[in-house]
């Protein structure tokens, strides 16, 4: 129902006229709210009966889904990032590093402290990776390259 509040004692006459007005016309507006929502508006303003589970137990939830190992290959993204990513579900599972550009040249930097990175890679990826470090990317030495020889030197095929 609409409770209407005024700052006089009692309703207005106009808000008793407008009740008395959706009363008269309550079969009307039910009507039209089921048409317009399929029948939701009907539905809606049933009780809901919960279904009776006798010796059932039923768990609703969202457990962990069994997780399959993680199959990690190397890419590198559109924006220049190059990372670890499990081929079975397609997440991220570390960031490398970047491939940027300074003086128009495309060079791979290594996510290390020292190269300003704020969430490195670990000491025996960097130790690993060292030598790939600033490599120069052209055309003879591609992204595809780069992404064979880091999953080379990491074990990673």
Known sequence: MVDIISKRDGPRREDIQVKRLIEQNRSTIVRLADQISGGGYSASRKPRQQPKADGLIIH??????????????????????????????????????????????????????????????????????AELDGSRLAATYTEEQLAADIGAKLGIN
């Not at 924006?79 to 960031?95: A, E, P, Y």
């Not at 300003?116 to 960097?126: C, L, Q, Y």
């Open 60 to 129: 609703v939830g969202s457990g962990a889904a069994p997780v399959a190992e993680a199959k990690p290959s190397i890419h590198v993204t559109i924006n220049g990032r190059v990372i670890s990513k499990d081929q079975n579900t397609g997440r991220q599972l570390h960031h490398i590093g970047d491939i940027r550009n300074r003086d128009g040249n495309h060079i791979f930097v290594l996510a290390t402290k020292q190269n300003g990175f704020f969430s490195p890679v670990d000491e025996s990826i960097a130790k690993a990776l």
